[in-house]
Each structure stands twice: as C-alpha cells, then as structure tokens.
C-alpha cells in the first residue's frame, strides 16, 4: 500500500511542485493550505508522514507540529523560508524530525521523505505489546534500558515517548557507549543521508532527549557532551 504523504503549505505553487514529485514517487498525497486544515486532515486521514511549512494563515507550522505532537510521533518534516537559526531550533524542540530551507531542492526533499518513512517503518515492523516479540540486543544502562527487540526506550520500566530521530539516537549512543562522536558524525550516522542542514540540529535533538531521558536535564547523567568534541553515552552497564 502506498505511504500517505500530508502537504501543508499556502503557497500554491509549491504545493504543486511537491505534491507531483511525491505522487510521481508512488505517493498519496493529501494537500492543505493551512494549519486549522492539517489538524482536521491529519486526524481524518492518519498519513505516514507530514510536509508542513512555518509560515501560515488562521495556525502556523509551529504550533500544529506541537499539536501533532501532543498525540502522534508521525515523522515532521518542516519547510521555512526563513534562514535564522532560530527559527529551526524551534521547530526541532516542538518535535519537527526534519526540516529543509525554501527554495529547495525536490531531490533533496525526495530523500529525506524516503529517510524518514525507512526510520519509521522500522520501528513499526514489530509490536511492542505482542507476545511474539523478536528477540533483540537489550542495552541496560542504570535505570535505562534501550530495547532493540521492541524498539523503545525505558526509564524505571516506563516507556518513554520518543519521536523515531531521538530513539536511533539514543540507540546510536548507548550501542557506543563512551565512544566520543562529533556533531557530523551523528548526522551522518544517525540521520542517514548526506546532511544538507548545520550540525545545530544535533544540538538541538540532544536537548530534546535529554528533556526525556534524563532525571535532571541541566545535570545529565547518560547524554554528555565532550566540549568542542561532540556527545557520548556514558553509564556503568549492569
């Protein structure tokens, strides 16, 4: 069955643009114009994943990505023509997996789109309530525990709600445990395509997940940073 693709954007030209490239991919695409009307779409089609641009009538992309969020780890990629930083790293601490800068490149949309539904197909492959769960590498780190087989992340026994980015991430990490990687590496590794994006977006997911995983955020305990290095998972293993 074909993955269903949501293109939110006011900018009709674009619209066209993408939603061709995509249908021509093998596509669905369902298009709106604005965030009240993604909210509505989302809830009425459950697409595989969303292309949802910043700058928009009645709801910007900031906050229906932070509504989407609330309910759904569905993949985000966000669109914005604007080039300051901040606008970006907002984007990514609402929960945006993604996000490509006007004008861009189709092929380089294409690939992240394809990237982005691998990542959460892989994650979807298995159960994580069924019985029959295939046995995989179980990481225990403290009160972590990185389970490959159901492809979650635990904390005390709880479950931690984490967008498919923050669990390969943290996956990456904890499967190099104490291994020092540099922001580049981590986009190579982790993103896994060729990164058109600044390192900031690692920056950014760090202290997202860390908001997640660690007891005290600002005093991490697994997620470190190795100054003008990068970042390392460091723990005692059990």
Known sequence: MAKKILVVDDEKNI??????????EGYKVVAVKDGEAALIAFDKEKPDLIILDVMMPKLDGFETCKRIREKSQVPIIMLTARAEEVDKVLGLELGADDYVVKPFSVRELLARVKTNLRS??????????????VAGEVLEYGDIVVDTGRFEVR????????????????????????????REQLLQRVWGYEYYGDARTVDVTIRRLRSKLEKNPEDPKYIMTRRGVGYYFRAEQN
Do not use: C, H, M, W
């Not at 619209?15 to 021509?24: A, E, P, R, T």
């Not at 959460?120 to 769960?133: F, N, S, Y």
């Open 15 to 24: 619209v066209d643009i993408v939603s061709f490239n995509l249908s021509k």
């Open 155 to 182: 904390r005390e026994g709880i479950a931690l709600e984490l967008t498919n980015r923050e669990y390969e991430l943290t996956k990456f990490l904890a499967a190099n445990n104490s291994q020092v990687f540099s």
């Open 120 to 133: 959460r197909q892989v994650l979807q492959e298995i159960d994580p309530k069924a019985e029959e769960v």
